[in-house]
């Protein structure tokens, strides 16, 4: 039966981009006033019994504050949003972009990652289909009474096999290939190259980098990609056609000269780049590029599958990958 705390907030509630920070501020409350159930106490900060692998110690990671100071200030500032504008002053100063990562990743925890297995045997534990409810955050929305498990069904998947792979390239590696644990990094050396060598589509050509965007405002993967590692472009081009094209080597040389991130930063960018076109803003686009290819709505549920089953690769499946 599901089981409603008053005064919880949804994990989907956002402030200003930002997903769960609300429902973690609500938890502080509820448990400083003896309202919240014992059973969240465990889960509470940085839940050391867990590892730190709980939303409420990543989510003050990813702002860099520490929980006990948030804790103070949840219980003296007057609202959600003081207490979110003194983590941007007291911590990293956490930019857009790496909020809208950090909360595509945080809403769609659970569907098609390591944390999959545990999720599909929680959703049946709640009565619900595990191929509807697929996020923590589909979960906690049942468990605490604002949905039901009705109001979740499996969405459509028709993975092929298709057999027009339109765009063949060859040693233009998959998006998902990774070096170092991240993944993309070797695509985007390959097609530095392969667009050197007149080897690259000429509509692909003029989107690579940056493209005809500011850094700032450029959507590419690529963009992505460079602005996570703290890199400009041309020098990584100019290293590539210089004759350096071991993905393994250029890595090395992008931390030492942009930013290294740490192994949950890293983890939470390959999350949110591999997941792309899944339940966010760039659902259409996926939509659109399957419509052009003359491939069905539910071929793929992802760009990167797009991408892969465009260039002739198999469909990932639906588990951990």
Same mark, same amino acid.
């Given at each position: ?11 989907? /509630? ?33 839940? *050391? ?59 769609? !925890?659970? @569907? ?8 599909? =045997? ?7 289909? *595990?191929?509807?409810?697929?996020? @923590?955050?589909?979960?906690? /929305?049942?468990?605490?009474?604002? =949905?039901? *498990? ?8 028709? %993975? ?25 990094? %070797? !695509? ?12 690259? %589509? ?16 450029? !959507?590419?993967? /690529? ?29 090395? @040389? ?14 939470? @960018? ?9 339940? /966010? ?7 659109? !590029? ?32």
């Amino acid at each position: 039966m599901p089981t409603p705390v008053p005064g919880l907030a949804s994990a989907n /509630d956002s402030i200003d981009g930002l997903v769960y920070f609300p429902r973690m501020l609500s938890k502080i409350r509820l448990h400083a006033a003896g309202k919240l159930p014992e059973a969240y106490v465990p889960y509470l900060g940085d839940a *050391p019994a867990y590892g730190g692998h709980v939303f409420d110690a990543r989510c003050c990671r990813l702002l860099g504050v520490s929980y006990d100071d948030l804790v103070q200030k949840t219980l003296s500032l007057p609202d959600d949003a003081a207490v979110l504008a003194w983590a941007r002053t007291a911590g990293k100063n956490t930019s857009a972009e790496k909020i809208e990562i950090w909360s595509a990743y945080a809403a769609k !925890r659970g @569907w098609r990652d390591d944390a999959s297995p545990s999720m599909r =045997k929680w959703a049946a534990k709640l009565g619900a289909d *595990p191929d509807a409810v697929m996020t @923590w955050f589909d979960g906690m /929305d049942i468990d605490e009474g604002r =949905k039901t *498990p009705a109001d979740f069904v499996p969405e459509p998947f028709n %993975p092929g096999p298709f057999p027009n792979a339109p765009t063949r390239i060859p040693g233009l590696p998959s998006p998902y290939e990774e070096v170092g644990g991240l993944t993309y990094f %070797p !695509r985007m050396v390959a097609k530095i190259g392969l667009a050197a060598a007149g080897k690259l %589509p000429e509509g692909w050509v003029g989107p690579l980098g940056w493209g005809d965007q500011e850094p700032a405002k450029a !959507r590419t993967f /690529d963009s992505f990609c460079l602005r996570f590692l703290g890199l400009d472009y041309e020098p990584l081009k100019a290293k590539v056609l210089g004759g350096e094209t071991d993905p393994a080597a250029l890595l090395a @040389w992008a931390y030492a000269t942009g930013t290294k991130p740490t192994e949950e930063e890293i983890a939470v @960018w390959n999350a949110f780049m591999r997941k792309r076109g899944w339940h /966010d803003n760039l659902r259409d686009r996926l939509l659109f !590029r399957l419509g052009e290819a003359g491939l069905p709505a539910d071929a793929v549920q992802t760009m990167f599958d797009y991408i892969d089953l465009d260039e002739g690769r198999p469909v990932r499946n639906l588990g951990a990958e």
